[in-house]
């Protein structure tokens, strides 16, 4: 790197693809889940990222782990391949952080929670004032801490999901418990840092299950919390915030969520338009303020360019994404490069301008007000994604090229996924070109007269046919719209 990179700590999540589909697919997580991936594969993953840019990796052990496994690892052998990992990551100098629900789904057994309780979230959430929750509390930080001698880090997250069961907590409860935690960590290992998430607590439907919570000054103010525990900045960077953390003494940071990935609604996602406004925004006086930032990674094989464009505005945020996502395919591809950004772009300027709305909603939790996604001009998008498709379907892979990159997915691969969400997408387009010709006629609309769209299959292409499912959904209740969601 030519320069001192802008943030000092540049730190990849590795989570899980997250929803229905992949739970009960057996196919899909045995491909994309990477927890299930041999050793040697996720040590590649771990030169792929330091080779990107990444000099941190952020690693979980919680209920998600194992049900997006399809409970195919026990607790041990994950507990194995976790430490294996962290220690192969130490090797690359990369620090290591451990991610950890601070009251969520602490039962000793994880195979014990049924898939539907995981993915509605209501299995039990204990807190110091239900019957039995401080016992259920202690023996999750002991759990969570025997990690403790091999992580750097440890970031607490409180909202979501977790809170207050029985009605007497406050959000000081949370910092109170935080220090729980970080004592029990401190027994295995006294150096480890510790950061304080403040991920959801704006939110009402989750900060509101801590009582209290008004802004960072309500944990800066508090004197709970010791002062060298830091706090991390919910999803985006904030001036005001971060000024305020480092002017109390603290580290900031930005846990950063559905900035480069989408946990649920996991699928090809290329957010070079999200990632660029949010970093060519970025306040030179951010790199001086954050110590730390993170990246999400969830769609592991599929999410490998964003990844690349990620890392690198987190040295250089005044770079230009779409131009990175070029320098990828060219340094991946060679002379296919060109065609791969191609169709990477097209996903860009279509499934992933705005996410389909779903990117702005799961941040501030807006919720839809009327036919799903028309603002998003459909007749456009099919015209973007055909012309794509015109160029990545008789692309030729450049047999020739040596990557400079130590990739996960061989470009064979990577192609074959590529025309696959293609596919998907156009087919959207389609069904939703016809879908708001309809509304505008005043026309019926079914099943049977509208444009389809595939069904699932062996990749992890859902993500339109479950919005395609929404869409007759809606029509079919209309009255019903707004005491549903809104």
């Known amino acids: 790197m030519s320069k001192q990179p802008f943030i000092r700590t540049r730190e ?62 026990s607790r041990q052998q994950w507990t194995q391949k976790l430490h294996a990992i962290c220690a192969y990551a130490k090797t690359k100098g990369m620090r290591r952080t451990l991610f950890v629900w601070g009251t969520g789904a602490v039962a000793g057994d994880y195979s014990k929670i049924k898939k539907d309780e995981l993915l509605s979230w209501t299995f039990w959430h204990p807190c110091p004032c239900v019957k039995g929750g401080n016992a259920a509390l202690d023996r999750h930080y002991r759990t969570q801490a025997r990690h403790a001698p091999h992580f750097d880090h440890l970031v607490t997250h409180w909202g979501d999901p977790g809170g207050c069961r029985g009605g007497k907590c406050t959000f000081n409860t949370a910092m109170e418990l935080h220090n729980r935690m970080l004592a029990a960590f401190r027994r295995k290992d006294p150096d480890i840092a510790s950061t304080f998430s403040l991920w959801s607590m704006h939110m009402p439907e989750f900060g509101g299950k801590w009582p209290g919570y008004e802004s960072v000054q309500t944990v800066l103010q508090a004197g709970i919390l010791p002062g060298d525990v830091g706090v991390a ?17 603290r580290r900031a940071g930005v846990w950063a969520w559905y900035l480069a990935d989408d946990e649920v609604m996991p699928s090809l996602h290329v957010h070079t338009k999200v990632m660029g406004e949010y970093f060519n925004a970025l306040p030179p006086e951010a790199s001086r303020l954050v110590s730390w930032h993170t990246i999400d990674s969830n769609c592991h094989l599929l999410n490998v360019p964003g990844l690349y464009v990620g890392a690198q505005l987190l040295v250089d945020p005044s770079r230009n994404a779409d131009r990175l996502l070029r320098e990828f395919c060219s340094r991946a591809f ?35 007000k009327g036919a799903p996604d028309e603002h998003e001009q459909p007749e456009k998008h099919l015209r973007i994604v055909r012309a794509a498709r015109k160029v990545v379907d008789r692309l030729k892979l450049d047999r020739s090229h040596k990557s400079d990159l130590p990739l996960i997915i061989e470009p064979a691969a990577f192609l074959k996924e590529l025309r696959v969400h293609l596919c998907a997408i156009e087919q959207y387009a389609a069904f939703r070109c016809a879908f708001a010709k309809a509304m505008r006629r005043g026309a019926p609309i079914t099943q049977s007269n509208m444009p389809s769209v595939d069904k699932p299959g062996p990749y992890m292409d859902q993500f339109e046919h479950k919005l395609y499912r929404e869409h007759l959904d809606w029509q079919g209740m209309v009255d019903k719209w707004p005491a549903k969601l809104g």
């Open 12 to 73: 990849a999540i590795l989570s899980d693809p997250y929803d229905a589909y992949v739970v009960n697919t057996r196919a899909i997580q045995q491909k994309y889940v990477y927890q299930l991936w041999p050793l040697k594969r996720i040590f590649r993953y771990i030169d792929m990222l330091a080779e990107f840019g990444f000099n941190s990796v952020m690693l979980t052990d919680t209920a998600e782990d194992y049900c997006s496994t399809g409970y195919q690892l």
């Open 233 to 249: 900045m919910h999803g985006r960077f904030r001036l005001k915030e971060a000024r305020a953390i480092v002017n109390s003494g």
């Open 334 to 368: 060679g002379q296919a490069g060109e065609g791969f950004a191609t169709g990477l772009s097209a996903i860009a300027r279509t499934r992933c301008q705005s996410d389909y709305m779903r990117l702005a909603r799961l941040l501030v939790g807006l919720t839809f």
